[in-house]
């Protein structure tokens, strides 16, 4: 019997990887902004919580309000907004995932959130017609990390097979190029500061494509900020011991680490050539607890 989406959604949840972690941090932002806008509400105020959150296109306001270019890119304006952007995130998500690490998933998500943040604040700043807006106009929603890892993958996989309702199948390329085609002819009729951070986002996912298809990883960096900041408040770590229990020299360790990480590459390697399936479950169990150290 064949899975259903839900079943699939709460597999995810349970087994806590980035994917679900990323859903959820955008349901408890869509909950905590929902409860919040209700008291402001009750107390006879229209203030929207959202607008605080957002990124703004006006200097001055963001100056002031400098986290708003991470919270804006998990905040949304309404049920169907958010409903859109997870399912999206959801099945994409997925299908990154089968060539990717968890670690790359949540990096190109936050730098594709950057990404449309920036080309966003830029567009209404430096475009004429934007000029009696850009004052007051502010975005928000996940699209734009979303686009990243949309064109991540079209990039990296282009001739894979997607099936869309009422379509049918077509090669991931083009489902890409018809969203980027869709965003550039919507922006004169509205959102257009939603369609530039699309497109943010979308040149930051091709960018980390055709990076990582040179043999560099983008996302690295945010990898080891991670680590600096955790390191920060753990205390000393023990030194680390082999098989013997004798320390092992900074040489040995180095040597080992350098090992296991040609090991993950040749791993990667193989799934970008022959998929995820045609690895073996000694490969697969290797690729799963890799992704879940960094």
Known sequence: MRQGIWDEIRNIFRQRNNLSILIFLNLAAFVVVLTVNLGFFFAGKTFDVSSWLGVSSNFSVLAH???TVLTYMFV???????????????????????????????????????????VFIVAYNIIPVFAVV?????????SA????????IA????NLPVRLAFIGQMKL??????????????????????????????????????????GTDI????????????????????????????????????KRKAREQ????????????SGYSSLTKEEKEKLFSNSNKR
């Open 219 to 254: 996302t690295i960096f945010l990898s080891r900020f991670f680590t600096w900041v955790g390191n920060l408040f753990k205390s000393e770590p023990k030194p680390k011991t082999n098989s013997s229990n004798r320390a092992e020299t900074d040489a040995e360790y180095n």
């Open 173 to 214: 390329k083009y489902l890409a190029m018809i969203i980027v085609a869709i965003d550039l002819l919507s922006i004169p009729f509205g959102n257009a500061g939603g369609h530039f951070a699309h497109l943010g986002g979308a040149l930051m996912g091709a960018i980390f494509a055709i990076c990582y298809s040179k």
């Open 145 to 152: 990390s979303i686009m990243a890892i949309v064109f991540a």
């Open 65 to 67: 309000r400098p986290w």
């Open 76 to 118: 949304h304006s309404s049920f169907l907004h958010i409903l859109f952007n997870l399912l999206v995130l959801y099945w994409f998500g997925k299908m990154f995932l089968e060539y990717l690490s968890q670690r790359q998933l949540f990096g190109v998500y936050l730098l594709g959130g950057l990404a449309g943040a920036l």
């Open 155 to 158: 990039m990296l996989v282009p």
């Open 134 to 142: 850009k004052d007051v106009a502010f975005a928000i929603g996940a």
């Open 262 to 273: 040609r090991e993950i590459d040749k791993i990667l390697d193989k799934v970008k050539e």
